[in-house]
Nanobody, 122 residues
Framework: QVQLVESGGGLVQAGGSLRLSCAAS????????MGWFRQAPGKERDFAAL????????RYADSVKGRFTISRDNTKNTVYLQMNSLKQEDTAVYYC???????????????WGQGTQVTVSS
C-alpha cells in the first residue's frame, strides 16, 4: 500500500502562484499514473490534472488548463502541481491520488492523501 502526503498549500492572492507536492512512501510511485483532485466546500471532488507513470503524458481539466502544470520526479517518489495565475475559484482542498487508468473520475483512483488547503484571496 502506498501512503501519500500533500504539502505546499496556503493562502495566496489572486494572480499568485503555489507549488503543491505529493510525497509517497511504502511503495514506488513509478508504477502508477498520478492525479490531482480538488474539493471546494459543499462541492464534489473534481479532477484537476493527471500524469502518466513516466511523465510522458498529461491531462488537465479545462478550468486549469494553461495555468496549472503537473510533473513528477520518480527518483524522489514525488508528484508536483505548479499553480499559476490563481483565481478565487481555485480555493479548495487539493488531493493527490494513484491510478492505473487514464480516467478522470475519482472512483478510478486508489490511494489518496489527506489533502492540503489552498485559499486564494481577492
Amino acid at each position: 500500500q502506498v501512503q501519500l502526503v500533500e504539502s505546499g498549500g496556503g493562502l495566496v492572492q489572486a494572480g499568485g502562484s503555489l507549488r503543491l507536492s505529493c510525497a509517497a512512501s511504502g511503495r514506488t510511485l513509478s508504477s502508477y499514473n498520478m492525479g490531482w483532485f480538488r474539493q471546494a466546500p459543499g462541492k464534489e471532488r473534481d479532477f484537476a490534472a493527471l500524469i502518466s507513470w513516466n511523465g510522458g503524458n498529461t491531462r488537465y481539466a479545462d478550468s486549469v488548463k494553461g495555468r496549472f502544470t503537473i510533473s513528477r520526479d520518480n527518483t524522489k517518489n514525488t508528484v508536483y502541481l505548479q499553480m499559476n495565475s490563481l483565481k478565487q475559484e481555485d480555493t479548495a482542498v487539493y488531493y493527490c491520488a494513484t491510478t492505473r487508468s487514464w480516467n478522470t473520475i475519482a472512483e478510478a483512483y486508489g490511494s489518496w492523501g489527506q489533502g492540503t488547503q489552498v485559499t486564494v484571496s481577492s
